[in-house]
């Protein structure tokens, strides 16, 4: 462990056993333990007694923290950061911490571990070979363009979406890549009402017509076939 300074650590997307043997051993050994609400962390870590402090680190205040944070980092603190669930970095604060970590001249480690986009590719049963990961799409200015874009995009497509934007994102998607277009919605992964469903967009938008949609979601779109 010794030359590292922050430790990117992920954590369970749903369930509490999905963190790794190294993960755990990182966390008990950390001075200090960013995470993204300290409140939803804390159940994850009392679960597995560990008893690191924990300071809030999100993105409201990283712009601010990164600095002080480093300062740290180079009188020997070592940290690791966690978010509310998956991998730092991912849709999630990380990135910055990272970059400045990095450019300050001291160690990153990312250990690998959960993110809800690697299950729901997989279980697309979609081509894994090349695929790109968008996040969330705008919400507004440049959701048009975005969606243009991809309607060309031969390789597979992953997307974060939340619950009650789906039908919305469906039905975009129907105007934009076509009713035939091959999708596949993954809902609640690693959790007790985990489903996926995978159709042409029509029949995944059927699926969802006459249910509300709740939970966490992850969107994969079949690239498109010339
Ligand atoms: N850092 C996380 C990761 O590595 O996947 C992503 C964080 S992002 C703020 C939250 C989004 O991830 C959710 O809106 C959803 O799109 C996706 N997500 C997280 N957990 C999920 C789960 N259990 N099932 C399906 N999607 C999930």
Partial sequence: ????????VPTPIGNLADITFR???VL???????AEDTRTSRVLLNHYNIERPLQSYH???????????????????????????????ISDPGFLLVRETLKAGLGVDCLP?????????????????????EGFLPHKKGRQTALKQLAQEPRT????????????????LREHLGADRM???SR????RFEETITGSVAEVQASFADREVKGEIVVVIHGQEN
Wanted: charged share 25%; proline share 5%; glycine share 6%.
């Fill in 28 to 34: 008990k050994s950390v001075d200090i333990i960013l």
């Fill in 1 to 8: 462990m010794s030359g590292t300074a922050l430790y990117i």
């Fill in 59 to 89: 993105i409201f205040n990283e712009h601010q923290a990164v600095t002080r944070l480093i300062d740290r980092m180079k009188q020997g603190e070592r940290f690791a950061l966690i978010s509310d669930a998956g991998t730092p970095g």
């Fill in 113 to 133: 571990g959960p993110t809800a986009f690697i299950p729901a590719l997989i279980k697309s049963g979609f081509p894994t070979d090349r695929f790109v990961f």
């Fill in 183 to 185: 999708i596949s919605v």
């Fill in 23 to 25: 993960a755990l051993d």
């Fill in 188 to 191: 609640e992964l690693t959790k």
């Fill in 157 to 172: 497509i992953v997307l974060y979406e939340s619950p009650h934007r789906l039908k919305k994102l469906i039905e975009e």
